[in-house]
């Protein structure tokens, strides 16, 4: 099965959905336009991606609140705080000091590190 994210104009996901592998077919090989295609024909919504569950395509499988940013052909996961900067290799949002090896440990954006009793 393969899935695709809705997203807005913005490029923000709106949502994910499952498409036979069927529909995407074509030649013989899996071909992400007919996956759209479908996508669009099934909803009428006209902006798909395709995503993946394993990260083989896009750094990350899209999730609501994810934005696709096509320059870095990745679905990238809402920041969790303003402190923190993204791993250009990953598309992963990484805290401005590394988390402590034990735990667990929560993010204190006050002092920007890392406190005990995170969950």
């Given at each position: 099965?393969?899935?695709?994210?809705?997203?807005?104009?913005?490029?923000?996901?709106?949502?994910?959905?499952?498409?036979?592998?069927s529909?995407?077919?074509?030649?013989?090989?899996?071909?992400?336009?007919?996956g759209?295609?479908?996508?669009?024909?099934?909803?009428?919504?006209?902006s798909?991606?395709?995503?993946?569950?394993?990260?083989?395509?896009?750094?990350?499988?899209?999730?609501?609140g994810?934005?696709?940013?096509?320059?870095?052909?990745?679905?990238?996961?809402p920041k969790?705080?303003?402190s923190?900067?993204?791993?250009?290799?990953?598309?992963?949002?990484?805290?401005?000091?590394?988390?402590?090896?034990?735990?667990?440990w929560?993010?204190?954006?006050?002092t920007?590190?890392?406190?005990?009793?995170?969950?």
């Amino acid at each position: 099965m393969a899935h695709y994210a809705k997203l807005d104009e913005a490029n923000a996901v709106l949502g994910v959905i499952v498409v036979a592998n069927s529909e995407e077919m074509g030649d013989g090989q899996m071909d992400e336009a007919r996956g759209i295609a479908f996508c669009v024909s099934l909803t009428g919504h006209p902006s798909w991606k395709k995503t993946s569950y394993n990260a083989s395509i896009r750094k990350n499988y899209a999730g609501i609140g994810f934005v696709y940013d096509a320059a870095r052909d990745a679905f990238i996961p809402p920041k969790p705080f303003s402190s923190w900067v993204l791993d250009e290799v990953t598309c992963q949002w990484q805290a401005p000091v590394p988390m402590p090896d034990g735990g667990p440990w929560a993010w204190d954006e006050g002092t920007l590190g890392w406190i005990p009793g995170g969950t």
